[in-house]
C-alpha cells in the first residue's frame, strides 16, 4: 500500500525556519520523482521544489535560495527545509510523487500525502 506521511509544520514568524518531512511506504523513493506542493486558501495547488531519481533538484523561482528538497534513502524519507519564510509561504503543504512531480503538474500526480499546514506570521 503507497502511503505518504507528512510532518513537521507549524506556526512561525517571518524569517525563521522550518522543516518538513514525507515518510513513504509502498515504494522506493529513489526510484521515483518526489516533491513538495502547496495550496493557500482560494489559489491552485503548485509545486514547489521536487527531486528527480537522479537526484536532480528543481525549485519554484519563489523559493529559489530559500528552500532545500533533499532524500534519505536510507530512511525512504523526503525533506524539505524552508529558510527565510515568507508571510505568503503561508499554505498546506504536500508531499507527492510520480512523474508529475519532475514537470509541477497537480493533475498528473496521484500519490498525496495528507498534508502538512505552515503558517508564517509578519
Known amino acids: 500500500q503507497v502511503q505518504l506521511v507528512e510532518s513537521g509544520g507549524g506556526s512561525v514568524q517571518a524569517g525563521g525556519s522550518l522543516s518538513l518531512s514525507c515518510a513513504a511506504s509502498g515504494y522506493t523513493i529513489s526510484r521515483k520523482c518526489m516533491g513538495w506542493f502547496r495550496q493557500a486558501p482560494g489559489k491552485q495547488r503548485e509545486g514547489v521544489a521536487g527531486?528527480?531519481?537522479?537526484?536532480?533538484?528543481a525549485y519554484a523561482d519563489t523559493v529559489k535560495g530559500r528552500f532545500t528538497i533533499s532524500r534519505d534513502n536510507t530512511k525512504n524519507t523526503l525533506y524539505l527545509q524552508m529558510n527565510n519564510l515568507k508571510v505568503e509561504d503561508t499554505a498546506m503543504y504536500y508531499c507527492?510523487?510520480?512523474?508529475?512531480?519532475?514537470?509541477?503538474?497537480?493533475?498528473?500526480?496521484?500519490?498525496w500525502g495528507q498534508g502538512t499546514q505552515v503558517t508564517v506570521s509578519s
Open positions: 527531486i528527480g531519481p537522479d537526484g536532480g533538484t
Open positions: 507527492a510523487a510520480g512523474a508529475g512531480v519532475c514537470v509541477f503538474h497537480a493533475p498528473m500526480i496521484t500519490d
